[in-house]
């Protein structure tokens, strides 16, 4: 009996998942985070479509905050790959200068992101996009369907999705609603970081520790990655061998001190401290439900 | 670094087991899953942390004590409702195996998402509590997997240790169970007394406990069942999802091998169109692969330049799939408005789209009971036998065979919901080749229109393209009346009339008809049938065509032109009759006086196709 190992099922898998959604829709994106899960989403999509180019753009929603690594790491890797980049900011945001520090985690997120996101998916006509999102990450995602269906105002109803059965996905939708495929639904992180390890894909050095600037802030490590940083009273940058489990928006992602500086480090630390990524996210820990709750208004 | 190295390696190799969990909402099956997770060690602290924040708002386990199942319930609306009402999944690894759980709701209305995650298991946990024994939830759990394909059966009695972990009470509810199970199809059923709060026979044994149990732990049969011949892989099924063209020297047919394995050098054939070809070669990003076996996902390369599209299936040149338009299917319908006969639904079957018409409604099964009973329709959670019929013929074989060519799911057309997922079996009821019973003659002239409407294939130019260009619609006018020849008579000068506006008009004569279209009807008994069904045929025909056709039946009566209606489906006929006198033959839209005026008799008729909005205002 021939079988596959369950990396390389899961490898099927998400190639399944890619190529279905292609056949179905008529103008698919693919949502391009630059962490390392979209590495990993873009190398499986470049699988699926061997030899040929992806069928879709890749767009990176820039909320104008993000580690000035990540956008250098997001150019080179996009043009090393050859991948047709769309990047969308909200405009009206960044001029009348949203940042975290005077409208809080909750209003920028809003703004900056998932409003940036939607007008971006609205202005590209785009029926299906592509997300590196897994049900292991976070209570709410573990019910979150391959095909996740998206009204016309883009939300996502819980009570309102679709049973999928067998690997019959169902992207029909009507003119003004979309669907959101995520191919890496059932990775786990230890998948993911293996899947780097052997596939040898490029990811952002900030996940790798380094002595960086950083400033203690309710609990966690947070950056001082550019002068826009706002520093409360008392507080001092300091140097510290760190690095952060997930990437997002520099003042509101925390860094938890390591000195992981491979792949293999890293495993072995996620293995003892045991702190779920997801932790580090400040907009996580607004209220119980918060994740459930932006998900609901549109956000990835 | 070395034990670090050795444990992704390994994990990377291990193989998968994907499973699901039922039980009730008392089962104690969300407290299982909960150590299993946290026994694997793959709860993390802080998942932890905030769980003891919830346990004291919601929690139903004692002081003191973790309550696993709040690890579980991730929506909102159900952490307040205290019960699961959606299918979760959940990871966890042990050095033997990778896991996939889908955690399915016990609670009755949920039959659905048991389906769901039924689905793609391997194997189902069935929890029984060890206080109550096999009940009706314990029956119908079991139904649903065994109907889904689920060869292996876990059965944990659970709550052991409130009775003091009696054997006698393990070996009864064992018996009960093997009696049920003797009706259902699953080859291998397994049992093991557990206490998932005090973690017995969960993860290792627990022969303090159950000194009595000598087999092995929950854990460890998930961890060495072995689920490797569940999958086909006897017949080559390659249903092609995109077809990749690079470049000019390569043309690749993208797709999963979803049963059977595929080698360069293999002799396949081409559904539909039928076509042999050679395997050149199995393309993969990490290069080409001697063999390619369920479930891969590659590329296929064939000698000869064939024509293929996405949804096409490619299979061994003597191994077919059965090409079937109409087949019999076990539904599970999971939408709020029944499924009845003659509903019109979306297939999606093995990758692609077609439509499809439910003939009939052969049964429906308690799940509970497992009993059928006749029904007309199935509704939210109800699970029945169908007649599927589809525009273009799928590329099936029965679902205990192949589990990805015998699976179906229904999408409605307008919301794109999808309704019902539907498992193909073998005919039993309905013999495909055979004229099919109907009641009565009218029934079966619906039934013929109903399935010529779901199969008629329209061109590109829409019935609005037609009415821009041609001011007006296409409808049929039946004159009739008791003098044949100023039936005749009007009929013509209906035809002129509408020509002489720049409307598309055309009087065809019954005898015309009848030594033209029908003069093969030789049966002088169904003679006058034939050539009513003729000229319904026509009609709708020619109205479809955008043109005013008009056509004279003296003495027509009711019958035949409730034959007509039927046949011009879905467009409706517009009857015109000339009458003598005050007596109706016919229910006729316009009662003519056949003494008037020609002129005014279709002035009146004019009029009313005006106000039927087939021509414009302007022209009368």
Request: charged share 25%.
């Amino acid at each position: 009996m021939k079988t596959l190992s369950q990396l390389k099922q899961l490898e099927a898998e998400s190639i399944h998942i890619f190529r279905d959604a292609v056949s179905q829709a008529q103008n698919p994106v693919l949502l391009y985070s630059i962490g390392k899960d979209s590495s990993v989403l873009v190398r499986l999509a470049q699988k699926a479509f061997y030899p040929g180019r992806l069928p879709f753009s890749v767009l990176h929603i820039d909320s104008t905050w993000k580690f000035r690594e990540m956008i250098a790491f997001r150019d080179r890797f996009c043009a090393e790959q050859g991948l047709d980049l769309i990047v969308h900011a909200n405009e009206e945001g960044r001029a009348k200068g949203v940042n975290p520090f005077d409208y809080g985690s909750r209003a920028y997120t809003d703004i900056m992101k998932t409003q940036a996101l939607l007008h971006a998916l609205k202005t590209g006509k785009f029926d299906l996009a592509f997300g590196g999102a897994r049900r292991d990450e976070e209570k709410s995602r573990a019910k979150e369907r391959v095909f996740s269906f998206r009204d016309r105002h883009q939300q996502w109803d819980p009570k309102n999705q679709r049973p999928e059965l067998w690997n019959l996905y169902n992207a029909r939708v009507n003119p003004g609603e979309s669907v959101r495929v995520f191919p890496l639904s059932n990775w786990t992180e230890t998948d993911i970081w293996q899947y780097i390890r052997v596939e040898n894909i490029p990811i952002v050095p900030l996940y790798f520790a380094a002595p960086r600037p950083v400033v203690a802030r309710d609990g966690q490590w947070i950056m001082v990655d550019d002068d826009r940083m706002r520093l409360e009273p008392g507080e001092r940058p300091q140097e510290r061998w760190v690095r952060f489990r997930t990437l997002g928006c520099y003042p509101l992602t925390g860094a938890v001190e390591s000195r992981a500086a491979t792949i293999e480090d890293i495993v072995a630390e996620t293995m003892q401290v045991r702190v779920s990524e997801r932790s580090t996210r400040v907009i996580d820990h607004d209220s119980d439900s918060s994740m459930e709750q932006k998900k609901r208004e549109g956000y990835f | 670094m070395n034990t670090i190295d050795t444990f992704l390696n390994e994990h990377e190799h291990k193989n998968l087991l994907r499973f699901i969990t039922c039980g009730s909402v008392d089962d104690g099956k969300s407290t299982l899953i909960g150590r299993l997770l946290y026994d694997s060690k793959l709860i993390y602290e802080d998942q932890l942390s905030s769980l003891q924040d919830a346990s004291a708002k919601n929690g139903t386990t004692g002081a003191g004590e973790i309550d696993y199942a709040l690890l579980l319930d991730g929506l909102k609306a159900e952490r307040e409702q205290g019960i699961t009402i959606d299918v979760a999944y959940r990871y966890f690894a042990t050095p033997q195996r990778k896991f996939i759980i889908a955690d399915t709701p016990g609670h009755e209305q949920y039959t659905r998402n048991m389906a769901t995650g039924a689905s793609t298991a391997n194997l189902a946990v069935i929890l029984i509590d060890a206080r109550y024994g096999v009940v009706t939830q314990t029956r119908r759990h079991a139904f649903i997997a065994s109907l889904l394909g689920i060869g292996h059966l876990l059965v944990a009695v659970n709550k052991m240790d409130i009775g003091g972990y009696q054997e006698e009470t393990f070996l009864q509810i064992r018996q009960a169970f093997q009696d049920f199970a003797r009706k259902l199809d699953i080859p291998d059923i397994r049992y093991v007394p557990i206490s998932a709060l005090k973690g017995t026979n969960v993860v290792t044994r627990t022969p303090q406990a159950t000194p009595w149990y000598e087999g092995p732990s929950l854990l460890e049969i998930l961890e060495t069942v072995d689920v490797s011949s569940d999958l086909n892989q006897r017949d080559l099924r390659f249903p092609v999802q995109v077809v990749l063209r690079p470049h000019l020297n390569f043309r690749g047919f993208a797709g999963s091998v979803v049963s059977g394995t595929v080698a360069p050098g293999d002799r396949i054939r081409v559904l539909p169109s039928n076509v042999t070809s050679t395997v050149a070669r199995v393309v993969t990003a990490e290069g080409d692969l001697p063999e390619a076996f369920a479930p891969q996902a590659v590329t296929v390369e064939l000698a000869d330049e064939v024509d293929i599209s996405s949804g096409d299936m490619i299979v061994h040149e003597n191994n077919r799939p059965q090409v079937k338009d109409r087949f019999e299917a076990v539904v599970i319908w999971m939408s709020e408005t029944p499924l009845k006969a003659g509903d019109r639904y979306l297939v999606r079957h093995a990758g692609r789209f077609v439509k499809a018409r439910i003939d009939a409604v052969l049964y429906a099964v308690d799940v509970n009971t497992m009993e059928q009973r006749q029904a007309e329709s199935l509704g939210l959670n109800g699970i029945g036998r169908v007649v599927v019929e589809t525009t273009q013929p799928l590329y099936l074989d029965a679902y205990a065979a192949n589990r990805a060519t015998g699976s179906l799911i229904l999408v409605d057309p307008l919301s794109n919901v999808t309704a019902g997922a539907a498992m193909v079996t073998d005919d039993v009821f309905v013999d495909t080749d055979a004229p099919r019973v109907v009641g009565d003659a009218a029934a079966l002239l619906r039934d013929h229109v109903d399935r010529r409407e779901f199969h008629w294939e329209t061109g590109l130019v829409s019935a609005k393209d037609r009415l821009l260009r041609n001011r007006h619609v296409g409808k049929t006018v039946l004159v009739t009346g008791a003098r044949a020849q100023a039936v005749q008579r009007f009929g013509k000068e209906l035809e002129l009339r509408l020509f002489k506006l720049n409307l598309n008009s055309y009087y065809l004569g019954y005898a015309s008809l009848a030594r033209g279209l029908a003069s093969d009807v030789r049966d002088i008994r169904s003679e006058h049938d034939a050539q009513v069904q003729r000229l319904g045929e026509l009609a709708r025909i020619l109205t479809d065509a955008g043109m005013i056709f008009i056509t004279a039946i003296p003495e027509a009566d009711a019958f035949t032109v409730e034959r007509l209606k039927v046949l011009n489906a879905p467009n409706e006929l517009l009857v015109v009759s000339l009458e003598r006198d005050a007596r109706r033959p016919v229910p006729a839209e316009a009662a003519l006086d056949e003494a008037a005026e020609i002129a005014q008799n279709v002035d009146v008729v004019l009029a009313l196709l005006a106000d039927h909005r087939v021509i414009p205002e302007y022209c009368i």
